[in-house]
């Protein structure tokens, strides 16, 4: 039988059947700048396989603030520190770090997967050298796939390793499928990576962000480990959202106005005002969960504006997790709560297999909402990323449909 070339966006080719092209949504380092114009649809070679990676025939792919990044060439050029590190010398980007789809082929060295298997695709990708036992996450050639890796999930087909291959939720659809691996698998290991501090009955754990994607997963994994989810939001309107996925309360942190650095504390009437805000902060996670019980385990990532009040509110011997620094990068602590009251301020950063296939193990169950917020078209994957620059993008996640030929399909079929 004659197989096509390449076919077009939501024709999907018979299973096991690779085509030599495909579409894909291209940055360019002509085009960095503003995601609406960076991205741009070219026709490309379907990517060839090693031994232990896998051909993925994308559904639906998840949107991702790694790909503004990308579009933007800041805080890194991933186009020119591939080329540099001889790890890539593609001269353009396929970003995408989210993905369902059905497998279409495989390398030899591949057992745990087979053409045809329905997977959802985690973004953790390491040399195979790494040592059995060993935190992959700490070896030198851990990457983002589809962020600091080329050949991510906005094309149709996509090339990543066979361990990062999970099964996909049969009661999901393609789109709820493919949004909330990276966010989820990251809280997962903040939440339940860093033993001691891990979710316990009846710990109470503050979420900054709630209502975005990371805060959104955090709410869950809490609720399903026992915990209290206490939320922090900017938006009145956003605090039903974060109700509806189990929080025990929300905090809308306008209400507070020490935000940023903290005072020196040599100052001491400009610190006793910041102290004030704090306690004030702190009473109301209190009056949420209905006794004076501080939060065990702090979820961090907004960074400079938030970390000192974060530490100051974490209880005795808790821990403040963060993994970004989205208000910033410089932050800074009065380091007598740290070790006066030995509290841990710990770095945290996506996800192992072990950590990311119990998150998903979550989804199999059914105990996680993927909190879908909108679905995009393939073409409109530019315009997604804009919102998300533009802090434009609603709460949850947004997805975008690759090879599925239209949203609500569960399978190959309704």
Known sequence: MNHKEIYEVGEVPPIGVVPKQMYAQLIRADRFGEPKKAFKVEKIHVPELRADE??????????????????LGSPVDVIGARQK??????????????????????????????????????????DRHV??????MYDPSFKIWGYETNWGSFAQFTRVQ????????PH????????????????????????????????????WGASGGLGCMAIQIVKAEGGIPVGVVGDDRKIDFCMRLGAKG???????????????????????????????????????????KSPRIVFEHPGEDTIPTSVFVCDTG?????????????????????????KRLQGSHFANDEQAYAF??????????????????????????????????????????????KPGMKDLAL
Request: glycine letters at 10%.
């Open 85 to 126: 590190a001889k790890y890539d010398h593609s001269d353009f980007h396929i970003g995408g770090s989210d993905a369902s789809g059905i497998v279409y082929a495989v390398g030899h060295d591949v057992h745990n997967v087979k053409v045809g298997d329905r997977v959802v695709i985690h973004c953790g990708v390491w």
């Open 318 to 342: 808790g821990m403040v997790v963060i993994c970004a620094g989205t208000t910033g990068y410089n932050a800074v602590a009065d380091l007598r709560y740290l070790w006066m009251r030995q």
């Open 360 to 405: 998903n193990q979550l989804v199999l169950d059914g105990k996680i909402d993927p909190c879908l917020a909108k679905t995009y078209k393939f073409e409109e994957i530019p315009e997604c990323h804009q919102a998300m620059h533009e802090n434009r993008a609603p709460e949850g996640k947004m997805v975008a449909l690759v090879g599925a030929p």
């Open 54 to 71: 896998v051909l993925v025939y994308v559904m639906a792919a998840g949107v991702n603030f790694n790909n503004v990044w990308a579009a």
């Open 131 to 136: 040592r059995p036992g060993d935190d992959p």
């Open 162 to 169: 066979a361990h990062q291959c999970m099964p996909k939720a």
């Open 250 to 292: 929300c905090i809308n942190r306008k209400k507070y106005l020490h935000w940023g650095m903290m005072p020196h504390w040599k100052d001491s009437a400009s610190y006793n005002k910041w102290a004030a805000e704090c306690r004030g902060f702190g009473k109301a996670i209190w009056d949420i969960v209905g006794e004076r």
């Open 172 to 207: 999901l659809t393609w789109e709820e499928a493919a949004g909330p691996t990276l966010v989820g698998a990251t809280a997962f290991r903040m939440l339940m990576g860093w033993a001691p501090h891990v979710v316990r009955r009846g710990d109470v754990v503050l979420i």
